[in-house]
């Protein structure tokens, strides 16, 4: 980067942390520390919302995603707005009239305290690994950058975020996500439009979307059927997107502290209703123009050079390596292959079925060439990592953006990942002093005493301290997971669902007790990792989103039996 990037680059990330900073003076106890003494307005709490989901992962990894695997990513977000009307109509009124602190409160009140304890400790579990993953995401710029070791990287990053969360707590959290999404929005046009500018003298935004749908990019919706019925492991298709994306955002924005913690900083019911239902409107056309940016990406290459990797470093390491003269055969195929599908788009016709179906016949060659050199990456001799789907917007930014722009875009990520991990190791803390911290200790919280409060406040930040170091850790683990938007997804569905199902039977089934509802959920966990493995090891087919319906109704199902079971047997 250039030294008008890193001046901008720095300028922004100062800046947001002052305003942050400034904007979190609040009273020092918990309600203060966690839910900004429950004042924030609608638009806010919306920001807020949409702050904490929108994480480095989703602006960095989706692009790549669209580019790989096409626009169907989208469909998982097609059961969002539905479950926002229920949370709005059950969840929000019952979690504002207790007046509670976290989700899981409610549950020691409608079943006991074991309930309460293994449900925040599943909600601890599954954001304190999937944080971890959000820490590595921006750490893979700067190691990109800079050329430095990740795991270096990670505890610089890590200890960053770390700073800024403890310092500042929900009101800090709130106030910078509502300028990091204002820039994040902005930037995210200004690399639409720089894609489309930089493409050749008569090309432009309609044809770089014929060219990306001749290849099988702008398959916006899928049903999942083949000629053999429905497929099950099919990830993403209309289907599983409206009912298994709609028990996931239920379970999500209904039982996860992080999103939870964030409508509950609202003045009321009101605010926090139109935040949410907002959330609804504006969650999946936003996430659709972030897909179609990877899109665009993928008919951008097809104009101007691709790389045969788009992770430079590990492209690096491998031609430092005994395989390079095998590497640069495939990298001078790969050129070949290039060109020769340029010759094709200057007069290719999207109507033109024969210049069409060459076009895909070519980047079926050029797929098949960067499987190779995939290969050679993951080879005994160099142990890379050779997943380059969460570099393929970085790339472009660093390769093609001007002075200035760079430095805006990096910061953009940077800015995604700080309001969503800080949101989350905020929610981590709230859960841990909360539900088990004070809770074990049997200390009622007294707002009028003023040296309990100072005493929680602090309490609070050394949780939130501790929880930000335990993410760092996990961040060091996580190379070589594939892409990140999938990865943080498919963790968060082998929890949410058993959680999601321990919340309906607390609503819905009121004549189920404490010991039947927490048996399923033990039970109903287990079984949802072993499909997880099952599916993993291709003993089944069936795609990540079954398993939070699966998980729901597992409990629930179990829940209801074992209760009459145990009705049954007193009877008797």
């Known amino acids: 980067m250039s030294r008008l990037d890193w001046i901008i680059l720095s300028c922004t990330l100062t800046g947001i942390i002052l305003y942050g900073l400034y904007k979190s003076r609040t009273s020092k106890n918990l309600e203060g520390y966690f839910l900004s003494n429950r004042s924030m307005p609608w638009w806010l709490v919306l920001l807020s919302v949409m702050g904490t989901q929108a994480s480095a992962v989703t602006f960095l990894s989706a692009p790549g995603q669209a580019f790989t695997d096409g626009m169907r990513f989208v469909q998982y977000y097609l059961g969002l707005p539905l479950a926002m009307v229920v949370l709005c109509i059950t969840f929000v009124p019952l979690f504002n009239k207790l007046k509670i602190f976290t989700a899981y409160e409610f549950l020691e009140q409608r079943f006991d305290l074991k309930t309460r304890s293994f449900t925040s400790f599943l909600f601890l579990l599954s954001r304190g690994l999937s944080t971890g993953i959000s820490i590595y995401a921006p750490s893979i710029i700067?190691?990109?950058l800079l050329g430095w070791d990740i795991f270096w990287t990670n505890i610089v990053m890590g200890g960053l975020l770390i700073i800024y969360t403890v310092t500042g707590g929900a009101k800090a959290v709130a106030y910078t996500q509502q300028l990091q999404l204002i820039i994040i929005f902005v930037g995210m046009f200004v690399a639409g439009y720089m894609i489309i500018h930089l493409l050749p003298a008569g090309v432009g935004l309609v044809d770089t979307l014929k060219v990306s749908g001749a290849n099988g990019k702008m398959n916006v919706i899928t049903t999942g059927f083949t000629g053999k019925g429905f497929d099950w492991k099919d990830k993403y298709n209309i289907i599983s997107g409206v009912i298994g994306g709609f028990f996931l955002a239920l379970s999500y924005f209904g039982t996860d502290q992080s999103q939870v913690g964030r409508y509950l900083t609202a003045k009321d019911n009101k605010e926090s209703r139109i935040g949410l239902?907002?959330?609804?409107?504006?969650?999946?056309?936003?996430?659709?123009?972030?897909?179609?940016?990877?899109?665009?990406?993928?008919?951008?290459?097809?104009?101007?050079?691709?790389?045969?990797?788009?992770?430079?470093?590990q492209q690096q390491k491998l031609l430092n390596s005994v395989k390079k003269d095998s590497a640069v055969l495939l990298e001078n195929q790969y050129t070949l292959v290039n060109n020769e599908k340029q010759a094709i788009l200057q007069h290719w016709n999207a109507s033109d079925s024969t210049s069409s179906r060459q076009l895909r016949q070519l980047n079926q060659q050029s797929g098949a060439l960067r499987s190779n050199y995939k290969s050679l990456i993951n080879s005994p001799q160099v142990k890379g990592d050779d997943n380059d789907t969460n570099y393929v917007f970085l790339r472009f930014v660093v390769d093609y953006l001007p002075q200035g722009l760079?430095?805006?875009?990096?910061?953009?990520?940077?800015?995604?990942?700080?309001?969503?991990?800080?949101?989350?190791?905020?929610?981590?803390?709230?859960?841990?002093?909360?539900?088990?911290?004070?809770?074990?200790?049997?200390?009622?919280?007294?707002?009028?005493?003023i040296q309990q409060c100072e005493m929680e406040y602090k309490v609070s930040k050394y949780y939130t301290l501790g929880w930000g170091i335990f993410c760092v850790i996990v961040a060091e683990f996580a190379t070589g997971m594939g892409s990140l938007i999938e990865a943080v997804n498919?963790?968060?569905?082998?929890?949410?669902?058993?959680?999601?199902?321990?919340?309906?039977?607390?609503?819905?089934?009121?004549?189920?007790?404490?010991?039947?509802?927490?048996?399923?959920?033990?039970?109903?966990?287990?079984?949802?990792?072993?499909?997880?493995?099952?599916?993993?090891?291709?003993?089944?087919?069936?795609?990540?989103?079954?398993?939070?319906?699966?998980g729901a109704l597992i409990v629930v199902l179990l829940g209801v039996l074992f209760q009459s079971f145990a009705r049954n047997k007193v009877l008797a």
């Open 406 to 449: 760079v430095g805006l875009l990096i910061a953009i990520i940077f800015l995604a990942a700080w309001g969503s991990i800080a949101a989350a190791l905020n929610s981590l803390a709230s859960c841990s002093v909360v539900d088990f911290h004070f809770r074990f200790l049997k200390k009622k919280h007294d707002v009028d005493n």
């Open 277 to 313: 239902l907002m959330n609804g409107l504006v969650k999946v056309p936003m996430q659709f123009l972030i897909l179609l940016l990877g899109a665009m990406l993928f008919g951008f290459y097809q104009f101007k050079p691709q790389p045969i990797f788009f992770n430079s470093g």
């Open 142 to 144: 700067l190691s990109s």
């Open 490 to 550: 498919v963790l968060g569905s082998l929890f949410y669902g058993v959680i999601l199902g321990i919340f309906l039977v607390a609503f819905y089934f009121k004549k189920v007790k404490a010991n039947a509802v927490f048996f399923a959920a033990v039970i109903g966990e287990a079984l949802v990792i072993a499909l997880f493995f099952l599916d993993k090891y291709g003993v089944i087919g069936l795609g990540f989103l079954w398993l939070n319906v699966a």
